[in-house]
């Protein structure tokens, strides 16, 4: 382990906030292999660890989502398949938003975004980030839009919080008025099937 990634990881596993995950993240948008090795460490047993890379991952996202490939987009979406951590899940439906939707379109990854959006068990920003990764698909994949309008129509609102709802409205209002731009078209290599058998 190079010297700059033994101090990366011991930021990693104190006490971290904007300040830190800046410091970090600036590193990170000009060093290809480091990004590569703080992305790894979302997987770490370690959760303080795993949870403040992804949050540093998070923000690199945010700044360029071209700066996360292809083949970490996918370990992404099948580490959300399998975690079971809240907070780790936030930010990890956060980072996916924030990248092209991997092609082909994980049916499981739908039906878990449908199952985090409806469950009062889940925290109000995953299940708001579940429905807006649900809304990307849209995006690219018109026939879609049909069933998620469907169900945010019938939800009960008496479940969720006022947050949830507002978002619902407001993309409930989108669905309706085709006004969803496809900001979030995939880069990556353009496929005939969207969804896997």
């Known amino acids: 382990m190079s010297e700059d990634s033994n101090f990366i990881r011991t930021v990693l596993s104190g006490n971290m906030g904007k300040k830190e995950v800046e410091m970090i993240r600036s590193l990170l948008l000009h060093d ?66 924030n990248l092209p939707v991997c092609l082909p379109v994980s049916v499981e990854l739908i039906n878990l975004c449908f199952d985090q959006m409806l469950s009062t068990r889940q925290s109000v920003s995953v299940q708001v980030l579940s429905m807006k990764y649900l809304n990307n698909i849209c995006m690219i994949e018109k026939d879609f839009v049909p069933e998620l309008k469907v169900t945010l129509e019938n939800v009960d609102d008496t479940m969720y919080s006022a947050g949830l709802k507002a978002v619902k409205k407001h993309m409930l209002k989108s669905l309706t008025s085709g006004s969803t731009t496809p900001d979030n078209i995939p880069k990556y290599e353009k496929m005939n099937k969207l969804f896997e058998k």
Do not use: M, P
């Open 32 to 97: 290809a292999e480091q990004l590569e090795y703080v992305f790894s460490l979302i997987f770490d047993t370690d959760e303080k660890i795993a949870w403040h890379a992804a949050w540093v991952i998070e923000k690199v996202s945010e700044h360029d989502a071209n700066l996360i490939s292809e083949d970490n987009n996918r370990q992404l979406v099948g580490f959300v398949l399998r975690n079971k951590h809240q907070g780790l899940q936030r930010l990890c439906l956060s980072i996916l938003f």
